[in-house]
């Protein structure tokens, strides 16, 4: 298996690139329509071939460039079915594994910061997206999050992976890159230790978050697998760049 993280500082979000060396075939998971270049630069200097972009929920905070790269590389959009996106070329859903020549991903769905939120399971590792941080996890105060769907996807779901799993998450902000299922079940201040579900939603009701400055155009474009709004604001350009600077074709 070929394995690179990759970081965009604008979202501070992870993608991850995820491929079979025998057969070539990759996959993207959580792409930024803001690093395409960077991201197509890397598949071809690898000389991979680009599948599928998949990503683990309808994003807030950036634009997907699943769109554009099936526009680019002909790759296929997976996305979960769930959120039943037109746009979508494989639905995905738990207990149907995803296959990619020698590799084999299983999604798993873990609402709570979405009600659509899936994390995805590869050998050792587990892309967990936003419903499992580094010391932390995902708000779950928009688009149908829950606090009780959240503590219940971690514990039920990804705390029953073997510990020492490989954590991955969707976001960094201190640039942490990595952790494990041992260390997130001892260590996480939300919801680790012996934190009950009582004491998370009353930690997540009282985060007092700000209103997220991209939500609006964020959703409705990534409900179209990652179309750049008309109107954005000026200080909101960054997130559409690759589009509005890349010919397309």
Do not use: W
Not at 76 to 82: E, G, L, M, N, V
Not at 142 to 147: E, L, M, P, T, V
Not at 159 to 170: A, H, I, R, S
Request: aromatic content about 6%; overall charge negative; charged content about 20%.
């Amino acid at each position: 298996m070929l394995f690179r993280q990759l970081f965009e500082p604008l979202s501070s979000t992870y993608t991850y690139l995820l491929a079979c060396e025998h057969t070539g075939q990759a996959i993207l998971v959580d792409p930024v329509v803001s690093a395409m270049d960077r991201d197509v630069a890397l598949l071809r200097e690898l000389g991979l071939r680009l599948a599928y972009t998949l990503d683990t929920h309808i994003h807030a905070d950036h634009i997907t460039s699943a769109l554009e790269l099936k526009r680019k590389l002909g790759s296929k959009i997976a996305a979960p079915a769930f959120d039943r996106l037109p746009c979508t070329d494989l639905p995905v859903e738990e207990g149907q594994a995803i296959e990619l020549g020698e590799l084999t991903l299983h999604p798993l769905h873990t609402p709570g910061h979405t009600d659509g939120h899936f994390a995805y399971r590869l050998e050792d590792r587990v892309l967990t997206g936003d419903a499992l941080l580094i010391d932390g996890c995902g708000r779950t105060d928009f688009q149908n999050g829950s606090a009780e769907d959240l503590y219940n996807s971690v514990h039920q779901k990804l705390f029953t992976l073997p510990e020492d799993t490989l954590v991955y998450p969707g976001h960094d902000y201190q640039n942490r890159r990595v952790s494990t299922i041992a260390q997130e079940k001892n260590r996480n201040p939300r919801l680790g230790g012996q934190i009950e579900l009582d004491e998370f939603k009353a930690i997540m009701a009282g985060l007092n978050l700000p209103y997220p400055k991209f939500i609006d155009h964020a959703v409705p474009g990534n409900r179209a697998c990652g179309v750049c709004p008309g109107h954005l604001p000026e200080e909101l350009q960054a997130y559409c760049q690759q589009i509005n600077e890349t010919p397309q074709g």
